[in-house]
């Protein structure tokens, strides 16, 4: 019921920056509230870890590898998040993938549902 559209992902080089953005839509006559949006990502060879999130009222969280330098911000009212990443590493290369926690509104009730996205591939060459 729900879709994640992501975008931004590219290759880039050391230093450089990307904006990645992610929207969730429904479809027609469906609502969704989301209550949580983030970022994770996966090396290759690596486990899938936390990038950042934030929540519906601003409140932000970041993964100690990317503190002070990656940004989470979102618009509530098109359900989108976003993720500016300046400073890039080459240890930051991977697939990262987009998550919401929220409602949806399913025959006059609102049931809690988390999606993820098919996920957009970063990488910094060095």
């Known amino acids: 019921q729900v879709q994640l559209v992501e975008s931004g992902g590219g290759l880039v080089q050391a230093g450089g920056s990307l904006r990645l953005s992610c929207a969730a839509s429904?479809?027609?006559?469906?609502?969704?509230?989301?209550?949580?949006m983030g970022w994770y990502r996966q090396a290759p060879g690596n486990q899938r870890e936390l990038v950042a999130t934030?929540?519906?009222?601003?409140?932000?969280k970041y993964g100690d590898s990317v503190k002070g330098r990656f940004t989470i911000s979102r618009d509530n009212a098109k359900n989108t998040v976003y993720l500016q990443m300046n400073s890039l590493k080459p240890e930051d290369t991977g697939v990262y993938y987009c998550?919401?926690?929220?409602?949806?509104?399913?025959?006059?009730?609102?049931?809690?549902?988390?999606?993820w996205g098919q996920g957009t591939r970063v990488t910094v060459s060095s």
């Open positions: 934030i929540t519906s009222g601003g409140s932000e």
């Open positions: 998550n919401t926690e929220g409602q949806l509104l399913v025959s006059g009730t609102y049931r809690s549902m988390s999606y």
């Open positions: 429904t479809a027609s006559g469906s609502i969704f509230r989301t209550y949580v």
